[in-house]
């Protein structure tokens, strides 16, 4: 089984659980966001929820928790968004 991309790439359901196993809750995590032509956004948090097809974080700034805010699995496969560790 396959989930089709805006993009027109294939992506099989094995490579997006592959993904969401990365995660667990309670991680703290940082993430880059491709926003555009040399935009980057870096978002800094602690995974709350994991769900089949996002993950959530609760975003922190200075060391205080402020929004929550989710990612598709599928954005971290075809590149949009990247984890750094």
């Not at 992506?11 to 491709?34: P, T, Y």
């Not at 994991?50 to 609760?58: D, S």
């Amino acid at each position: 089984m396959y989930v089709n991309s805006w993009e027109g790439r294939l992506i099989s359901v094995k490579q997006v659980k592959a993904v969401k196993h990365g995660f667990r809750e309670g991680q703290k995590i940082r993430l880059i966001e491709h926003m555009g032509r040399n935009k980057d956004r870096y978002v800094r948090g602690r995974v709350i929820a994991r769900t089949k097809y996002f993950i959530t974080i609760m975003v922190s700034k200075n060391g205080i928790e402020k929004y929550p805010e989710s990612f598709k699995y599928v954005d971290f496969i075809l590149g949009r968004v990247q984890k750094l560790e």
